[in-house]
């Protein structure tokens, strides 16, 4: 996988929880669990290095993790220097003790980590975690690099565990219980918030990818991996890779889809409720290749029936009618045509989603 462009590996909360001992070392630093990691977390972040990936760890702005395990509130300078020293280089910085600490804002909170990153004289990458509920999308680029946008991914492609609020701006974003459906759905107004050269500033996470972990049908995978890529999602695998299907693992490794989401002009795809039908199917799109004519186009069907989708370029950003465009469908991995400006895709399937390559 390495080969393709995942180079992660991220100890998060499952590991995470377990890594660090339940209370800090004398001198306040957080100490590994020695019954699992007995020579610390140096040698194994050094292993993982010599294997050409990258180390994550996890930890939380409050006074506990989500697994009631040490926070790093009122000791982010001496966990900051900790983890540069171990070797990490990408923190998960979730939010769960949070509101016990009842002195700073989470803003606040978030952004003591940030210097406190900044001094430890290691370039470690930054994700908050806040699920959305202080409307992440509107400060968290002058604090790290990515913001989770929502509440936990949860084990379904359509159906929420709670009664969850579909909209961004509401107070009910869901804990961990949020649908891939209503992870895209929020989307739609926390996407054109991203700017180009967003791989530079700061992303939305969609949290993990589920491909391969739980009943959804190809179609379904491809479509969330279609939406993670093109609205510039972190892609980090939440399967295990010894027992996944082969068929899950393909859309992985992917390189087409891939390359939408690591695109170097970094902004997301955004939805178009002109070409658009509610409760029918969605078409989002968005620009690639900074100093390029190349844009990126997803034509989603979730109704419950076959539908046909009839995109017209000239709605499309600021393609025009006029000029000779290539399309290609990713999925599909072949071209197609268009006539009179417009493509047609005949009969895409309930929750289906094709994903066009449209360029000169």
Same mark, same amino acid.
């Given at each position: 996988?390495?080969?393709?462009?995942?180079?992660?590996?991220?100890?998060?909360?499952?590991?995470?929880?377990?890594?660090?001992?339940?209370?800090?070392?004398?001198?306040?630093?957080?100490?590994?669990?020695?019954?699992?990691?007995?020579?610390?977390?140096?040698?194994?972040?050094?292993?993982?290095?010599? =294997?050409?990936?990258?180390?994550?760890?996890?930890? /939380?702005?409050?006074?506990?993790?989500?697994?009631?395990?040490?926070?790093?509130?009122?000791?982010?300078?001496?966990?900051?220097?900790?983890?540069?020293?171990?070797?990490?280089?990408?923190?998960?910085?979730?939010?769960?003790?949070?509101? %016990?600490?009842?002195?700073?804002?989470? %803003?606040?909170?978030?952004?003591?980590?940030?210097?406190?990153?900044?001094?430890?004289?290691?370039?470690?990458?930054?994700?908050?975690?806040?699920?959305?509920?202080?409307?992440?999308?509107? $400060?968290?680029?002058?604090?790290?690099?990515?913001?989770?946008?929502?509440?936990?991914?949860?084990?379904?492609?359509?159906? /929420?565990?709670?009664?969850?609020?579909?909209?961004?701006?509401?107070?009910?974003?869901?804990?961990?219980?949020?649908?891939?459906?209503?992870?895209?759905?929020?989307?739609?107004?926390?996407?054109?918030?991203?700017?180009?050269?967003?791989?530079?500033?700061?992303?939305?996470?969609? /949290? !993990?990818?589920?491909?391969?972990? $739980?009943? !959804?049908?190809?179609?379904?995978?491809?479509?969330?991996?279609?939406? $993670?890529?093109?609205?510039?999602?972190?892609?980090?695998?939440?399967?295990?890779?010894?027992?996944?299907? /082969?068929?899950?693992?393909?859309?992985?490794?992917?390189?087409?889809?891939?390359?939408?989401?690591?695109?170097?002009?970094? %902004?997301?795809?955004?939805?178009?409720?002109?070409?658009?039908?509610?409760?029918?199917?969605?078409?989002?799109?968005?620009?690639?290749?900074?100093?390029?004519?190349?844009?990126?186009?997803?034509?989603?069907?979730?109704?419950?029936?076959?539908?046909?989708?009839?995109?017209?370029?000239?709605?499309?950003?600021?393609?025009?009618?006029?000029?000779?465009?290539?399309?290609?469908?990713? $999925?599909?991995?072949?071209?197609?045509?268009?006539?009179?400006?417009?493509?047609?895709?005949?009969?895409?399937?309930? !929750?289906?989603? =094709?994903?066009?390559?449209?360029?000169?």
């Amino acid at each position: 996988m390495r080969s393709i462009i995942y180079i992660l590996l991220s100890v998060r909360v499952a590991l995470a929880t377990k890594l660090l001992a339940q209370k800090p070392q004398m001198d306040s630093k957080l100490a590994a669990n020695h019954t699992r990691f007995p020579g610390g977390i140096s040698p194994t972040a050094s292993y993982v290095h010599s =294997k050409g990936l990258k180390v994550g760890i996890y930890s /939380d702005d409050g006074i506990f993790t989500c697994g009631k395990y040490p926070g790093g509130h009122g000791y982010e300078e001496i966990d900051a220097q900790t983890f540069a020293d171990w070797g990490v280089d990408y923190l998960k910085y979730d939010n769960c003790g949070g509101f %016990q600490s009842n002195t700073l804002s989470v %803003q606040e909170r978030f952004l003591k980590m940030t210097y406190s990153l900044a001094a430890s004289g290691r370039q470690i990458f930054y994700s908050l975690c806040e699920w959305g509920n202080q409307f992440t999308w509107l $400060w968290a680029d002058q604090i790290g690099e990515s913001y989770r946008m929502l509440g936990g991914i949860y084990s379904s492609f359509a159906k /929420d565990r709670a009664s969850i609020c579909k909209t961004a701006y509401c107070m009910n974003q869901g804990y961990a219980g949020v649908s891939v459906m209503t992870m895209i759905r929020k989307m739609r107004e926390i996407s054109p918030f991203s700017k180009p050269g967003a791989w530079d500033k700061c992303i939305p996470d969609m /949290d !993990m990818l589920g491909i391969g972990t $739980w009943t !959804m049908t190809e179609l379904e995978e491809q479509t969330h991996f279609s939406f $993670w890529a093109a609205l510039k999602s972190p892609l980090i695998i939440g399967a295990d890779l010894h027992n996944i299907s /082969d068929t899950s693992l393909a859309i992985y490794k992917n390189r087409e889809v891939i390359a939408l989401n690591q695109d170097d002009a970094g %902004q997301a795809a955004v939805y178009l409720p002109k070409l658009s039908e509610e409760g029918s199917y969605q078409v989002w799109a968005g620009p690639l290749s900074s100093g390029k004519r190349r844009h990126v186009n997803l034509a989603q069907n979730y109704g419950s029936e076959d539908v046909d989708v009839e995109i017209s370029l000239g709605d499309i950003l600021d393609l025009s009618m006029e000029q000779q465009w290539k399309i290609r469908g990713v $999925w599909a991995r072949k071209e197609i045509a268009a006539s009179g400006g417009k493509v047609s895709l005949k009969g895409l399937k309930p !929750m289906q989603t =094709k994903v066009l390559v449209i360029s000169k």
